[in-house]
């Protein structure tokens, strides 16, 4: 009797043992023991997370710029990672400035008027009394615009003279080969009432582009040889298309 109740304990352990087991392998195959991902990652895919440089130092492009790769492709220039990020293929030409030459090319294939490509003149008149009239007459091949108003220097004068406003056209003065532009100045009061008279034998005149800046060459146009006489209430109009409209200022 005591042997047939020792037998069944020993085949009761048995089978307790086995289920046990299987049971503990169904419990590993169902929670998978997390993967360390760390040291053993490959470089780019902690760059990719991380959002910061390759191994290299280059900079993520994917977080900067929008591209599709995490890093500048390895041989692409600048330039081309630029043209990339702004949606545009890589090699594709740069936008190109309107103005060349310090300003005196423009778009439509005009020139600026300036002392390389004009003739200029400065005359003084006998009435309007104390005026003087400014000549340009475009010597080039091409047709030139006179923007704004002469900027004229006496002698060693470190400013320009203010403009009348009320002369400023309706429109810019293009001056075809061999047409003519003019401007008034008026020197001094016609009744005295200017102060710090004086006189001066040398002039220059200056030009500006369409962007109001100063383009050279300057002219020099020669004075009469005693000199004109200028004081602070002197004055220049805008370029005009004729002599008789820059005078009445």
């Known amino acids: 009797m005591s042997a047939f109740i020792s037998r069944r304990r020993t085949g009761l352990l ?55 790769q995490g890093s500048v492709p390895s041989g692409e220039t ?13 090699g594709a030409p740069a936008p190109t400035s309107t103005a060349a030459n310090g300003g005196s090319q423009q778009k439509n294939g005009r020139v600026t008027c300036t002392g390389a490509n004009t003739k200029v003149t400065a005359k003084k008149v006998a009435r309007p009394l104390n005026h003087m009239l400014i000549t340009v007459t475009n010597t080039g091949s091409r047709s030139c615009d006179l923007y704004s108003y002469p900027a004229v220097q006496f002698g060693e004068a470190q400013s320009v003279p203010p403009v009348f406003e009320e002369s400023k056209p309706q429109s810019v003065l293009g001056l075809a080969p061999g047409e003519s ?31 109001g800046n100063g383009v050279g060459p300057v002219a020099h ?25 820059a005078l009445e200022y």
């Open 181 to 211: 532009g003019y401007a008034g100045v008026r020197l001094s009061a016609a009744d005295g009432s200017g102060s710090g008279g004086h006189t001066e034998k040398t002039l220059a005149v200056s030009f500006f582009d369409a962007r």
């Open 221 to 245: 146009p020669s004075l009469p040889g005693t000199g004109v006489h200028i004081d602070d209430s002197l004055r220049v109009t805008y370029w005009l298309s004729s002599a008789e409209d």
């Open 14 to 68: 048995a089978a307790t043992t086995a289920a046990l087991a299987a049971f503990s392998l169904t419990a590993c195959q169902d929670n998978p023991a997390p993967r360390d991902e760390g040291a053993g990652a490959p470089a780019s895919s902690q760059t990719a997370q991380s959002g910061g440089g390759t191994a290299d130092g280059t900079t993520d492009g994917a977080k900067s710029g929008g591209g599709a």
């Open 78 to 90: 600048g330039d081309a990672a630029g043209a990339r990020t702004r949606g545009a293929e890589p």
